[in-house]
């Protein structure tokens, strides 16, 4: 519930940016759904990267941001709507231009990986040198459930 209260406390800004900015484990579930999957996506990205433009910008974002039209490709992203292919450096561009976040976008992405940050605290927190490993037979069984009916 505290989450809640947190949530709700936060500004326009920072709502509206939850809500338009798509969420990196969504898209993760996405593109594990897609009927299509890349059979070997390490040396997919190992070629892609030596490109020129190896990864892809919101256009409309990158105009709003002010990305120097040198890091930008000059024809649209034929894969993704609305998108612009973009060089590498522009990263770099971007962490040495972008302005610092305020105290309510700090706030709201401290809340939203604050559950991350605890799971790993716990994990780190075990003494693993006390624990024991016991093997025995496993007893689980699979059991099938009807769906539910409405």
């Not at 594990?32 to 030596?50: G, R």
């Not at 990864?55 to 890091?71: C, H, L, M, N, T």
């Not at 561009?93 to 990986?113: F, H, I, T």
Request: hydrophobic residues 35%; contains cysteine.
């Amino acid at each position: 519930m505290s989450t809640v209260k947190q949530v709700l406390e936060f500004s326009k800004l920072a709502a509206e940016l939850c809500r338009e900015t798509p969420v990196a484990n969504l898209r993760a579930v996405r593109r594990s759904a897609k009927n299509t999957k890349d059979p070997s996506p390490l040396s997919s990205t190992i070629i892609t990267i030596n490109t020129k433009y190896p990864i892809s910008v919101d256009r409309v974002k990158a105009r709003r941001y002010g990305i120097p039209a040198e890091f930008l490709a000059p024809s649209n992203d034929a894969h993704q709507f609305g998108r612009q292919l973009c060089k590498i450096e522009a990263v770099d561009w971007w962490v040495d231009n972008a302005a610092e976040p305020n105290d309510d976008l700090q706030n709201l992405v401290r809340l939203l990986y604050s559950q991350h940050t605890k799971d790993a605290t716990d994990y780190y927190g075990i003494d693993w040198r006390e624990t024991h490993i016991v093997l025995c037979q496993s007893h689980l069984k699979g059991v099938l459930f009807p769906p539910k009916l409405h």
